[in-house]
Structure formats: structure tokens, C-alpha cells
């Protein structure tokens, strides 16, 4: 491969899960809005929490956990699981947890990383992605994953944000819509996803701005139609939730593919 491959990444986007394989920069302190994995593909990432420093090459990191990393300008693998926590009790027993709440050290990390080195080397579509990618990061459909139990209430409320993400419904009339107290929605939602209504609102539109420009809009134009106030909103929100600024990731260019599957 030439030396051009070096900048080179893919961000995956599917329904409920995305992924970016490539090289970035170091992540300034960041809150992010979904549970999240995240892999050293050439060497260990050194990350911070609290005040200590890790140095691992996996980590599964809460939604909402604070923290910064570096990447030491090597590739990196930062996935975002699914809202509902599926995922996230996928890969938790096969990690240890350190008392920040991040987990580290996957039992299963060899074999992850050799996938996502083979991703990123065969530079694959993204079905071909996902399908490798099933039992390895994300628990096959038929799967049991143990203590998962869904609840449908929450479940809707996430179909109703991802039905019109422009639409600015109050907790109040999701709740209305699911049968609960705006107090009581509000409890098992951040149970459920581990970040607030609002939060997550502002996640999903990340994600339908960076679908919309996968698909040749501006950003400007993506962010209006995700429903960001202006192109600095959606660069705030950017930047709080996973670290860099828009440009980094979503500019098309030769740099960076966005393949929606």
C-alpha cells in the first residue's frame, strides 16, 4: 500500500451502530452520547479518566463516561453500540472494569483486532463490514445476550426521535405516547441508554447529518435538515460528543470514505 493510506479512513454508518477505521488526531475531553468501543489497531491507547491514565488496546467505554485519549497517531477502531444496551452487555463480561466505570482489555481482543485490520485493509463495503463484524463487535440478531431484557416503552420513544429528527418533542408528549410520567420516561430512559432524552436527540442527529452528507449534501445543508440551529451548533455538539470537529470526520475528500449501510 502507498503512503497516501496513512490519512486514509471509513466511517460506517448503519441503523444502530457506527464505526470509524482510520487515523485522528488526539480526542480532546469528551462526553460521548452512546456506549462505545474502542481499539488501538497498532498499539496501546493511552486514555485518561479521573484524573488516572489507562494504556490498553480495547476499551468499552458508558455513554455519558468523561474522558480524553490519544492515539498516539496510529489507527485507531471507535465504535458506537447500539442505544437500547444490547451491545454493551455483549462485551462487559469479557472485560475488566476499572473503577471509572470503562472497561478495558477484551478477552476477545485478538481476534477483534485482526478483523478490523482486515476492514480496514480490504477497505470493505459496508455490508460486507457489518457481516464480519457480527459475533465480534455486535451480538448476532438471534443471540441472547444475558440481563438484556428490552423494554418496548423505551424502545418506541428512540423510533419516535429517529422518525423526524428535525422534531423538537417535549419529554412530556413522548411520554404521553409510551404511557409514563415525564419523570418516570425520563428514569428509564438514562437507565435504558445511559444519557438523557435530549442527549440522545443530539446524537441521532450527528448521525443523520453525517448520512446526509454521505450522500453529497453541504454541511451546512445537513445540519439544518438534522435539525442543528446552524452549522456552529452542530460543531458544538461535534466537539462535546466525540472530540474533533466535524471537518475531521465528515468532509468528503479523498481522505475519508462515509459508507451508509
Not at 476492514?119 to 451480538?139: C, K, T, V
Not at 404521553?176 to 441508554?193: A, E, I, N, P, W
Request: aromatic letters at 8%; a positive charge; charged letters at 20%.
Amino acid at each position: 500500500m502507498t503512503s497516501s493510506v496513512k490519512t486514509a479512513g471509513t466511517l460506517y454508518l448503519w441503523q444502530q451502530r457506527t464505526l470509524y477505521l482510520g487515523y485522528i488526531s488526539r480526542l480532546s475531553s469528551l462526553s460521548q452520547g452512546a456506549n462505545t468501543l474502542l481499539f488501538g489497531l497498532d498499539d496501546v491507547i493511552p486514555l485518561k479518566v479521573g484524573g488516572l491514565q489507562l494504556e490498553a488496546r480495547s476499551y468499552l467505554v458508558p455513554a455519558g463516561a468523561r474522558y480524553s485519549a490519544d492515539s498516539l497517531g496510529k489507527r485507531i477502531a471507535c465504535c458506537f453500540l447500539d442505544p437500547l444496551g444490547k451491545d454493551m452487555l455483549f462485551h462487559s463480561p469479557a472485560m475488566a472494569e476499572h473503577e471509572s466505570g470503562i472497561s478495558f482489555g477484551s478477552m476477545h481482543e485478538a481476534s477483534q483486532l485482526h478483523t478490523l485490520q482486515t476492514l480496514y485493509r480490504d477497505q470493505a463495503d459496508a455490508g460486507q463490514a457489518y457481516r464480519a463484524l457480527e459475533g465480534q463487535l455486535f451480538p448476532e440478531e438471534c443471540t441472547r445476550v444475558e440481563g438484556f431484557e428490552p423494554d418496548a416503552r423505551i424502545a418506541e420513544v428512540v423510533a419516535l426521535i429517529r422518525s423526524d429528527p428535525s422534531e423538537n418533542l417535549s419529554n412530556e408528549a413522548l411520554a404521553q405516547r409510551v404511557g409514563l410520567s415525564g419523570d418516570r420516561l425520563q428514569r428509564l430512559f438514562k437507565q435504558t441508554t445511559g444519557i438523557p432524552i435530549r442527549r440522545y436527540r443530539l446524537w441521532h442527529r450527528l448521525f443523520v447529518t453525517s448520512s446526509m452528507m454521505a450522500m453529497g449534501a453541504t454541511l451546512t445543508d445537513a445540519a439544518l435538515a438534522a435539525g442543528f440551529s446552524d452549522s456552529s451548533h452542530l460543531a458544538h455538539v461535534f466537539k462535546s460528543m466525540l472530540g474533533m470537529s466535524p471537518s475531521t470526520v465528515l468532509r468528503r475528500s479523498r481522505h475519508v470514505r462515509i459508507l451508509v449501510g
